[in-house]
C-alpha cells in the first residue's frame, strides 16, 4: 500500500503517487493478473516453506541447521521431489484464498481508513489502523480456504522424510497425491480433520497479518520521513523531479526510490512478525501435521494445543517453539518484500485508468 498522495511528512516535502484503492480496480484484470503474479511468487518461495515446516516438526533433540536440512533433504530425496511436494495442491488453494484475502483486504481499507479520520484520529493513526484491521479482517477470511490446503499441502510436505531427518515415520502419511491426501484425511478423522488447527491458524495469521500491515504502514512513514531530512540536507538528488509549485523544496519521488521504499518496509514489517509470531506458526504446524502419536502422545487421536506445547518444550526447552525461525525469517521477509512489490505492481496494472497514469 503507497501513502497518499501529497502526503506531507515531517518536513513537508515529499508527494507520493495516489494511492490505488478498490474502487479504481478493473475487477477481473485484478484477480486474473493476480492468479499469475502470485502463482510465481509462490513457486519461487516454496523451497523455503518446506524447510521451515520440515524444521517445526522434527522430534530430534539435536536440530539440525538449515543448511543441512535442505543438503539432505536434496541427498535422500532430490531438489524438485523434496522442496516442491505438494506444491500443486498449494497453488490449487493460493488462488482462490488470495482472491479472498486481497478482496476483503482492498474492502476494508477503503471503508476503515476515512472512518478513523472522522473520529479526528490522525492520517498516520488512520492508516496504520486501517491496516491493521484490513490485515486481521482478511486473514481470517482466507483461513477459511487456505487451511485445509495448508493441512493436505503440509502433510504432503513431510511424506517421505524419515530418511533425510527422521521426523516421518508414521504410515499414515503415505499418499499418492493432494487428491489422495484429501480423501484419506476426510475419511479418516472427516471434515474436521481438514480443519486442524483451524482455530491455531487464525490465531496465528489474523495478528501476524495485523501486525505485519501496521509495522509496513509505519515503517513507509518512517522511512519517508528519512529520505525527507536527507533531501532537506542534500538538496534535490537523482531519482527524484521537482514539483511545482510548492515553494521549491517539494520533490517527486521515482517510480524506482518509491518501490526501494516499499520494499525496505515491507521486510522490515515481515520479519518483525516472523519474530513475534513464531512460536504460534511452530505449534500450529504440528497441529495440523502431527497425528497423537507422533506428537508424543499415547493415544492416535489429534493432539491438543496444551500437549503440543508440552512435548515441544520436553524435546528442546521453550526454544523448540522457534524452531524454523531463520528459514521463517528470511521467508517471511523475503516473501514480503516480493509479494509487497508484486502487489502494488497489480494494482498499478488493474487500474481503470492505467493507460493514462
Known sequence: MSLRSAEEQDSGKITIPTDINWDMLDKSKFFIL???LFSGVSFILYPVVVLKTRQQISSSNTQLSSFKTAGSIIRYEGFFKGFYRGFGTSLMGTIPARALYMTALEVTKSNVGPFVMKMGFSEGTAMASANA??????AMAAQLVWTPIDVVSQRLMVQGSGGSSGINKNPTFQYSGGIDAFRKIVKSDGI???????GMSTVTYAPSNAIWWASYSISQRVIWGGYSCYLAKKGNG???SSCSGGGGGC???????VMAVQGLSAAMAGGFSALVTMPLDTIKTRLQVLDGCGNGSRSSAQPTIRQTVRNL????????CYRGLGPRWVSSSFSATT???????LKRLSAKNYETM
Not at 518444550?313 to 523448540?320: D, F, H, P, R
Open 251 to 257: 520533490v517527486s519521488p521515482s517510480a524506482k526510490t
Open 238 to 240: 537523482s531519482g527524484t
Open 339 to 345: 509479494m509487497i512489490t508484486t502487489y502494488e505492481l
Open 34 to 36: 493476480g492468479a499469475g
Open 133 to 138: 484491521i484490513a490485515g486481521l479482517t482478511a
Open 313 to 320: 518444550v520436553k524435546e528442546g526447552g521453550w526454544s523448540a
Open 192 to 198: 474436521r480433520g481438514l480443519y486442524r488447527g483451524f
